[in-house]
């Protein structure tokens, strides 16, 4: 297995919900990424776990939580979210040692 | 200011023609990759280089990292309009005591006329 597996693919959430999105795979790596990426940018780092601890976390509002809660599976769980939120979250995953980086097809976020 | 720079920032050519999108670090690269994006869509991985002047090829499309990692280039040769998109390169670079970080250029927009 060789994928990223983002899930859902697509997702529309009112300011007062809860949602989480979820992250999975198979390839052995012990660094999982969530990414944020507008329209028109390139994607932005948002969290590292490294070896499930998270090791990043690029002054994200705590609106986003991560959660790692074993080695092939990262979540993101959403709370109070804002219009300006919605975007495409991408999900990677790699070695620690920076090798084999792997991409999700994302999970496409829209909030209203 | 950016880790990764990218040029041209967008493209537009002819099919059949042949082009080529740079990639530019002020630090070593260790793991360089390209990727193809669709507007609202996922990240299509292209290719991958890690060894100084390696050179990989995948259909018409041919990568390159000069020998002294710090800079890619990716050439489409007779260009379709199936290869329009946003062109990303990504890398991985040295952070702090965090390790290795990855981060993405600003992307390259391609546009093939018919």
């Known amino acids: 297995d060789t994928e990223v597996t983002q899930t859902p693919k697509h997702l529309v959430m009112g300011m007062t919900n809860k949602k989480s999105l979820k992250c999975e795979q198979h390839?052995?790596?012990?660094?999982m990424y969530w990414y944020k990426q507008k329209a028109k940018k390139p994607p932005e780092l948002m969290f590292v776990?490294?070896?499930?601890?998270?090791?990043i976390n690029e002054s994200v509002p705590s609106r986003f939580s991560p959660e790692c809660p074993n080695s092939s599976l990262l979540n993101l769980h959403l709370h109070a979210l804002q219009p300006e939120d919605s975007a495409l979250y991408l999900c990677?995953?790699?070695?620690?040692?920076?090798?084999?980086?792997?991409f999700g097809s994302g999970t496409r976020l829209t909030v209203v | 200011s950016q880790e990764l720079e990218q040029s041209p920032q967008s493209l537009i050519v002819q099919e059949g023609k042949n082009l080529t999108i740079n990639c530019t670090s002020s630090?070593?690269?260790?793991?360089l990759y390209w990727y193809k994006q669709k507007y609202g869509e996922g990240l299509i991985f292209l290719m991958m280089?890690?060894?100084?002047?390696e050179e990989k090829s995948h259909e018409k499309i041919t990568a390159k990292l000069d020998e002294k990692k710090q800079q890619s280039s990716l050439h489409i040769t007779a260009s379709q309009p199936s290869h329009a998109g946003i062109y990303l390169c990504?890398?991985?670079?040295?952070?702090?005591?965090?390790?290795?970080?990855?981060?993405f250029g600003p992307g390259t927009r391609l546009s093939v006329l018919p």
């Open positions: 776990y490294s070896y499930e601890k998270l090791s």
């Open positions: 630090k070593t690269l260790y793991g």
């Open positions: 390839m052995g790596h012990r660094a």
């Open positions: 280089l890690q060894k100084g002047g």
């Open positions: 990504g890398a991985a670079l040295i952070r702090d005591n965090y390790g290795q970080n990855f981060v």
């Open positions: 990677a995953s790699s070695h620690t040692g920076g090798s084999g980086y792997t």
